[in-house]
């Protein structure tokens, strides 16, 4: 990607140099518009040189609609407004202020109008020419197609011209634009008003404080952009974005920090990583000492081309001194991370231990000189990965109760125990773990069936991993699906963090289906042996991967075990251990795109169910690690619902430094997708797409 690959609408020319082409062609091209002054107005003109008025091809017409024009210019055209020729018309509007991939499909016969792949109008012209045109009317063949005379502040990004059909979805794929956005989930110790307006302690150095914002820089499909990039943040003003200007013999106003020094923001860049850049930011110039102006944050990457798609500004900002009464309305903004890559590597600073720097808080909405913090210790609502996934020992175990209940108190019992470490096994750092309260006590809820109060959704927010079973196994109980599922949008939207959605939506049915399949192994008894509950286990699972894909294996057995800590004896707490970590993996496996995977046994994509230092030992040779870009897929031991990883998927590799990384592979987009009814691309191809994935492994041998 570099600045060549743009170019402005007004220079875009297609020229056409066979007649059959004009008769039957493809035009594919991506389209970023500014908004519009004035509607409608031509895209792209139709142009030949016997013709002084140029036809439209591409019109944005008053309500932002795109019309597709035949390539119908004739030099004895009577039409007194092309608005009366046949034409396709968008079903949509025209989204300005980012990338759309625009591809037109011109025959005789017909118009095919798409808009990022998928078609939003067509018009059939067999008979439409003829009454428009007139029947002494001929159209000729076009020589040029050009956007010079438009008067659109538009670019351009990969046009092409087809002589064939059929080929506008293979080029949507094949080299999308990106674009510079900033990822609102990563604000910390940012305050946000009821007016929409943020709210940032700045002034003198002794005042000010830092606040953290990342920009990341991704193409239409929100993969990273892999080429070096540096992005540079700068304070300008909201009204009219002119830089805020540096007062005499004091610091630049907007400051950044590297190794706790302070340097102008302008003077230090950030590098983009992953298609992320972090910012540690300070503000030094008060609102109230710029006539109560508003300031926004422009980050833009000079080294790439000044373009608007490669700039992009912050919510207005309300730089105010610590002393100011904190506004009843405001909330703060935590620090999370965001699943919008297949490989979510890191998104935030986290310490040695796994834990990460930056406790997430709240502010509570109170009149006070201070607001007081809610910190939640050593929990973390939205875990951010490292590269390399920190083991970890769990500090100790917890009672669980059981599924069954007692004097009829049944959603008074958890659902599972907290996660125990065993010998060998593998811990992350989550947002559960080094949890202080292990026996909390469980939250109340309302004894009616009114909406789940905020008070519900902030304590799920602010809870450990071992509350939230308690809360939603209490919830499942009683509420219903679509409840449940408006709980989940209103803890992703509260948390900041939409990854515990997918969790949250699917507790009733593991619940429900954990419980049914207990009774049907134990037929009421306390303990089974392993040996029955492995062929109860087997069905169970076979029934929940809908039994188009292979069954468990005795690897995979000894896997669970181990999950479970039982013995030859199981007992319920071992079973709901184990359930919390199998119901989430057969919920992803029966997933189309991921079946595929798991059924494929030439090649074997995923081994089975595997620890993190049985893929670690695959991936060494002889006391040698096989060659950079070897990997190997697996669920991880650590992760049980409803953390927000359980089920996913993790990649095991060997990096070009010659070391062994654990990465995640974020599925949102696959769960997403399901509600939407859209499709995906196969896992497949999106692994073999990653620059450090090269070849699969295997265990004990490599597939080559």
Known sequence: MGVQDYSFLRDLQVEFKDYEVTNKFSLCFWLYLNEPSTLPSTILYQEHPDVTSHAPFLLLDERKKILLFPSLISSHSNITSWREVAHAISECEFPTKK????????????????????????????????????????????????????????????????????????????????????????????EEDSDGVWSIVGGKASCRRNFDIDVTLMDNFSRPMTEEAEVVASLVYSDDNTPVEKPVDADAALLTSYDGIEYASSDRPSKVISGRASFKLKISQLSSKCDNRLFRIRFDSPKLGKYPFLEVFSRPIRCISRNRSTRATSLMLRKSSLGIHLLNGSQSPVLDDGSSDRPCIVREAKQSPSSKRVKLGQEKLCANFKDDFVLKQANGGSRSHSWTSEDNHAHQNSLVARPVSHGGAENFSSDSENSETTNSPIFDLPSNRDPISDMVVFKYCLADLNERRLLLKEMAMTAKEEELATFAERVSLFSGCSHHRHQISISKRLIEEGINCWNLISNDNHHVLWENLVSGLQEHFLKMTFGRIRSLTHQDFNLLRRVSGCQDLVSQDNFEKLWCWLYPVAF???????????????????????????????????????????YILRFPTSRSWPHPD???LVVTYVGSDYTIHHRLMSLEFIYSSGVKGTTIRPIQDMLLEQPELRRLGRQDFLLF
């Open 646 to 648: 359980a089920g996913n």
């Open 588 to 630: 992803t496996l029966s997933q189309q795109c991921i079946s595929s995977l798991w059924g494929s046994t030439s090649p074997m994509w995923i081994e089975g169910f595997i620890t993190k230092e049985e893929a670690e030992s695959s991936l060494r040779s002889l006391g040698a690690l096989q060659e950079p870009g070897t």
């Open 99 to 190: 990338w759309v991939h625009v591809g037109c499909e011109v025959t005789q016969d017909l118009l095919h109008l798409y808009f990022d792949g998928k078609i939003v109008g067509e018009k059939c012209l067999t008979s439409s020419l003829s009454n428009d045109m007139g029947s002494d009317n001929s159209r000729i063949s076009l020589t040029c197609i050009s956007g010079k005379d438009s008067q659109l502040d538009g670019y351009v990004h990969s046009s092409e011209l087809f002589p064939i059909l059929s080929t506008i979805e293979n080029h949507y794929v094949k080299d999308p634009p990106v674009q510079l956005s900033i990822d609102s989930s990563s604000a910390y110790e940012i």
